[in-house]
């Protein structure tokens, strides 16, 4: 008979929690609240805010919108650039602020570097984003992957305090790849450790676990940038890994009676979907 475990150290993070938290209880008293974009990248878990209230609002949504008049507008865990701030206040929203504190802390020293600042993440991301717009945009260099530090360093000289953080979510190990690549070429580059602590835990157990099981589903949605990290983690220890967003994804045709199946998630993936997920593949068989 097919077994199934749900990944005991998978779920929310501390920074999501704290964020769908903090809008489920503004959401029990009120009709509706507004985020500015998703507060979490997964797509069942904002269809079941949205059905409570909460509304994603974009930079277009934002353009629209001369006088808020003290509506409140919740700010996700990934945290903003201080133009941002200013441009919400200036709108008249009340900030509910949930960045989270491990990428205050971030922003806080990216502020203080010196020289050049090379952030290790993915271009485009919403924490990315807010880090790089704590300082002057020609300071900034982002690369999302060894090989991409190895370009930038064939293609510009460095000279003089250079300093590196990483989005939290990223693979520790690649980072390390990238710290070691830069060091070669750059004597006084200056590396942070900022990698959520979190991450850096899953990173390890999440080995074990792949290792252990048959077959991984793992569950995130397609816009996580730390469901692809840690899905591709589980790839490179079981080639039996899957992907999906829901159960709706899920083929039988990946499992044999006698598998031991593990399910697994990012840290933007529900507990209640993780649930749902391996309830699914038990009543296959």
């Known amino acids: 008979m097919i077994n199934?475990?749900?990944?005991?150290?998978?779920?929310?993070?501390?920074?999501?929690?704290?964020?769908?938290?903090?809008?489920?209880?503004?959401?029990?008293?009120?009709?509706?609240?507004?985020?500015?974009?998703?507060?979490?990248?997964?797509?069942?878990?904002?269809?079941?805010?949205?059905?409570?209230?909460?509304v994603a609002l974009d930079m277009e949504d934002l353009s629209e919108i001369t006088e808020a008049s003290g509506e409140p507008i919740l700010i996700r865990a990934h945290g903003q650039p201080p133009y941002i701030y200013e441009l919400l206040r200036k709108r008249g929203f009340k900030i509910i602020d949930c960045t989270c504190p491990v990428v205050l802390g971030i922003q806080n020293k990216?502020?203080?570097?010196?020289?050049?600042?090379?952030?290790?993440?993915?271009r485009g991301h919403p924490e990315v984003l807010g880090l790089v717009g704590q300082v002057e945009p020609e300071r900034v260099r982002i690369i999302e992957s060894a090989q991409e530090a190895q370009k930038l360093m064939d293609k510009e000289e460095i000279v003089g305090a250079c300093e590196i953080f990483s989005q939290t979510t990223q693979s520790p190990v690649e980072y390390s790849r990238v710290c070691d690549i830069l060091r070669a070429s750059l004597p006084l580059l200056k590396v942070h450790d900022t990698i959520c602590k979190q991450m850096v835990f899953r990173y390890k157990k999440l080995e074990?676990?792949?290792?252990?099981?048959?077959?991984?589903?793992?569950?995130?949605?397609?816009?996580?940038?730390?469901?692809?990290?840690?899905?591709?983690?589980?790839?490179?220890?079981?080639?039996?890994?899957?992907?999906?967003?829901g159960v709706n994804e899920i083929q039988s045709s990946w499992f044999r009676p006698e598998d031991r199946v593990g399910v697994s998630g990012a840290t933007s993936t529900p507990g209640w979907l993780l649930s749902e997920v391996a309830s699914y593949i038990k009543a296959l068989f």
Request: aromatic residues 8%; neutral net charge; charged residues 25%.
């Open 110 to 122: 990216i502020r203080q570097a010196q020289g050049v600042v090379i952030i290790f993440g993915k």
């Open 208 to 245: 074990d676990f792949a290792l252990s099981h048959d077959v991984i589903i793992f569950v995130s949605g397609r816009s996580s940038s730390n469901g692809r990290v840690l899905s591709d983690l589980c790839k490179s220890k079981n080639f039996r890994t899957y992907q999906v967003g």
């Open 4 to 54: 199934v475990e749900i990944d005991k150290n998978a779920g929310f993070c501390g920074g999501v929690i704290r964020t769908i938290s903090t809008a489920e209880e503004y959401l029990s008293t009120h009709e509706h609240l507004y985020s500015l974009g998703e507060i979490v990248h997964n797509e069942s878990e904002i269809e079941r805010l949205s059905k409570m209230g909460l």
